[in-house]
């Protein structure tokens, strides 16, 4: 194994419980936290052939197993506006930003585009790997560009929004784990009306016609803490499973299987259903079996109630696959990685 100069602060053998919101219990043989591009790069040049993960807060994954390699959570920060004019702004934030706190910053600086995505968790460099979404807005509707370090070799490789090949929930960093995120450029608008695009937000601000933009974040962030588990309360990961894609085939199967199904158009012979209705009509809504369940409001949400083996987790969640699977002939496809 090569060896690391002492300034790199590369820790050995470090428990990476507080590093995954679901809260299981292994150890990282290498674990490091570079603070620039520059130490970043040099950690990578020092562990070359070490397998490597890098994260962000950590609550989109967990870990049922030991991880024999490098686990990097970068702490690479920073908010700066790039460019700007009479309509819009760029700015570049830092992949460790607390993702929340930076659409608060632009929210109180009126800057419009990410207040929907109020209150996911995470980082701004997890962002535009699994392309977040909620209540009808996307952040590769916004994304400029991402900035990132190719892991295998260290050199910087900046994308383009298209460069990205962002789809749902679904992105070229998130395809090929190749690549570290630094930071990522947003371009946000200066004016804002809201645009009724999700039927529990509308619901939210019935009463408001013609929201201002704080009132908008603050209508997600009521709707979210009423639906969702909060990770510090009730270890989980979010949504844990993506909301399946069915061709026209299999979506006329589910609807005479289920003829109350939601099901949303995707694209050309693509359709979208909800992988917590399919969930909930397997009988996994609330359910719980020893210290994992679904959480009791919302069937999407895998909640660990106690226990700090990933692997407890993992069986459920084969368990609540096969389930739907049986039933409904739909494979839902983790939206969370396991390790
Ligand atoms: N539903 C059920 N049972 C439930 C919950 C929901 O049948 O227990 C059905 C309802 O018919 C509801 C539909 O599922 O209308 C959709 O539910 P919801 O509006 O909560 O959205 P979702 O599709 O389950 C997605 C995202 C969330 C995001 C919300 C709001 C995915 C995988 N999840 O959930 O994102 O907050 O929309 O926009 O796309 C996340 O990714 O971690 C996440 C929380």
């Given at each position: 194994m090569e060896i690391a100069a002492p300034k790199m602060n590369i820790q050995h053998n470090i428990q990476l419980q507080p590093y995954n919101s679901f809260r299981t219990k292994a150890l990282a043989k290498l674990f490091a936290q570079p603070k620039t591009v520059e130490e970043l790069q040099e950690i990578l040049a020092a562990c070359k052939s070490e397998n490597k993960l890098i994260i962000g807060h950590g609550c989109n994954l967990f870990f049922t197993q030991d991880f024999d390699g490098l686990i990097i959570k970068p702490e690479i920060r920073g908010i700066d506006i790039l460019q700007e004019n009479a309509d819009w702004v760029e700015i570049e934030a830092g992949a460790s930003e607390d993702w929340d706190a930076f659409v608060g910053f632009c929210v109180s600086r009126g800057y419009a585009g990410i207040e929907n995505l109020s209150l996911i968790p995470g980082t701004v460099g997890a962002a535009p790997i699994q392309n977040i979404g909620a209540y009808g807005a996307e952040v590769n509707d916004v994304i400029i560009g991402v900035k990132t370090v190719e892991t295998e070799t260290g050199n910087i490789k900046n994308f383009s929004n298209a460069a990205c090949d962002f789809t749902y929930r679904n992105s070229i960093f998130k395809q090929t784990r190749k690549y570290a995120v630094t930071s990522v450029v947003f371009r946000l608008q200066k004016s804002f009306s809201y645009v009724e695009k999700y039927v529990d937000l509308s619901l939210e601000l019935k009463d408001n016609p013609n929201p201002s933009l704080q009132q908008v974040r603050e209508a997600v962030i009521n709707v979210r803490t009423r639906k969702l588990p909060h990770p510090e309360a009730l270890p989980n990961a979010g949504s844990?499973?993506?909301?399946p894609i069915l061709t026209k085939e299999e979506k006329e199967k589910l609807l005479a299987l289920l003829p109350d199904a939601p099901v949303y158009n995707a694209g050309e012979d693509s359709f979208k259903t909800s992988a917590a209705y399919l969930i909930e009509k397997a009988g996994y809504k609330g359910k719980r079996k020893g210290d994992v369940g679904t959480y009791e409001h919302h069937a999407l949400i895998v909640v660990n109630h106690g226990t700090e083996n990933g692997r407890e987790i993992a069986d459920f969640v084969n368990e609540v696959r096969n389930t739907v699977f049986q039933q409904f002939g739909v494979m839902l496809e983790p939206e969370v990685w396991i390790f």
């Amino acid at each position: 194994m090569e060896i690391a100069a002492p300034k790199m602060n590369i820790q050995h053998n470090i428990q990476l419980q507080p590093y995954n919101s679901f809260r299981t219990k292994a150890l990282a043989k290498l674990f490091a936290q570079p603070k620039t591009v520059e130490e970043l790069q040099e950690i990578l040049a020092a562990c070359k052939s070490e397998n490597k993960l890098i994260i962000g807060h950590g609550c989109n994954l967990f870990f049922t197993q030991d991880f024999d390699g490098l686990i990097i959570k970068p702490e690479i920060r920073g908010i700066d506006i790039l460019q700007e004019n009479a309509d819009w702004v760029e700015i570049e934030a830092g992949a460790s930003e607390d993702w929340d706190a930076f659409v608060g910053f632009c929210v109180s600086r009126g800057y419009a585009g990410i207040e929907n995505l109020s209150l996911i968790p995470g980082t701004v460099g997890a962002a535009p790997i699994q392309n977040i979404g909620a209540y009808g807005a996307e952040v590769n509707d916004v994304i400029i560009g991402v900035k990132t370090v190719e892991t295998e070799t260290g050199n910087i490789k900046n994308f383009s929004n298209a460069a990205c090949d962002f789809t749902y929930r679904n992105s070229i960093f998130k395809q090929t784990r190749k690549y570290a995120v630094t930071s990522v450029v947003f371009r946000l608008q200066k004016s804002f009306s809201y645009v009724e695009k999700y039927v529990d937000l509308s619901l939210e601000l019935k009463d408001n016609p013609n929201p201002s933009l704080q009132q908008v974040r603050e209508a997600v962030i009521n709707v979210r803490t009423r639906k969702l588990p909060h990770p510090e309360a009730l270890p989980n990961a979010g949504s844990f499973f993506k909301n399946p894609i069915l061709t026209k085939e299999e979506k006329e199967k589910l609807l005479a299987l289920l003829p109350d199904a939601p099901v949303y158009n995707a694209g050309e012979d693509s359709f979208k259903t909800s992988a917590a209705y399919l969930i909930e009509k397997a009988g996994y809504k609330g359910k719980r079996k020893g210290d994992v369940g679904t959480y009791e409001h919302h069937a999407l949400i895998v909640v660990n109630h106690g226990t700090e083996n990933g692997r407890e987790i993992a069986d459920f969640v084969n368990e609540v696959r096969n389930t739907v699977f049986q039933q409904f002939g739909v494979m839902l496809e983790p939206e969370v990685w396991i390790f």
